[in-house]
């Protein structure tokens, strides 16, 4: 069946380190794919998106790109705050539902 | 904004309790979600409703109900709490299919 795999955590960098959180998918068809983060205490909120091959997706200064070739979806930012510490998960969507990685905690140090 | 509120943040019962926890959005969409959420795991599926009275089994429907009597409101039932039941609960509503948006979270703890 379809399945999200993320890289484990955790993840500790330092304020303004580049960063990448690896995604890899298995999908039927062409899944739409997406970041959600969890700051500590909170819900899930979508971070962005990519809906087809070769999309990029990108918000608050993170991107990711739909590499259909490699069924990846690597989330990357150039320079990492503390206020990014937080949770983060890759997701599909595989018919009506959604489809959650396992999660990544990201910490960040001053 | 979107706004999905839970009606606890922490829960704490015991061994065969019947547990009720709520979920209400305000942005009238028609799908809600429960997910547990567990270290390791992820979040997994409990049930979703696409309708008022309608429902479908997720991924691990198993020891839960839930009831939709009203578009806004969609309630997770713990028919007898278990120990294995300790989790977050995370509500979700969407009006698509794509993007969910979620409420804060529940933290049950069943001894």
């Known amino acids: 069946g379809d399945s999200v795999t993320q890289m484990e955590g955790p993840v500790t960098l330092s304020e303004e380190a580049f960063l990448t959180i690896n995604c890899t998918y298995t999908?039927?068809?062409?899944?739409?794919l997406f970041w959600y983060v969890q700051y500590p205490g909170e819900g899930l909120q979508l971070l962005l998106k990519?809906?087809?091959?070769?999309d990029k997706g990108s918000n608050k200064g993170f991107e990711a790109t739909y590499r259909k070739e490699t069924t990846s979806f690597h989330l990357e930012k150039g320079s990492v705050q503390v206020s990014d510490s937080a949770v983060y998960f890759c997701?599909?969507?595989?018919?009506?539902?959604?489809?959650f990685g396992s999660g990544t905690r990201l910490s960040i140090r001053p | 904004d979107v706004k999905v509120t839970q009606s606890s943040r922490y829960l704490v019962k015991r061994t065969g309790e019947k547990v009720f926890l709520e979920c209400v959005q305000d942005?009238?969409?028609?799908?809600m979600f429960w997910y547990r959420q567990d270290p390791g795991l992820g979040l997994r599926l409990i049930y979703f409703?696409?309708?008022?009275?309608?429902?479908e089994k997720g991924d691990i429907p198993e020891g839960y109900s839930v009831s939709r009597e009203k578009k806004e409101r969609f309630s997770l039932i713990l028919e007898s709490a278990s120990t294995n039941q300790t989790s977050m609960y995370l509500c979700?509503?969407?009006?698509?299919?794509?993007?969910?948006?979620f409420g804060p979270g529940t933290r049950l703890l069943v001894l």
């Open positions: 942005m009238d969409h028609e799908n």
């Open positions: 990519a809906t087809k091959a070769d």
């Open positions: 979700a509503s969407s009006e698509g299919i794509e993007t969910q948006y």
């Open positions: 999908a039927t068809g062409y899944p739409s």
């Open positions: 409703s696409y309708d008022v009275k309608m429902k």
């Open positions: 997701a599909l969507r595989y018919a009506s539902k959604i489809i």
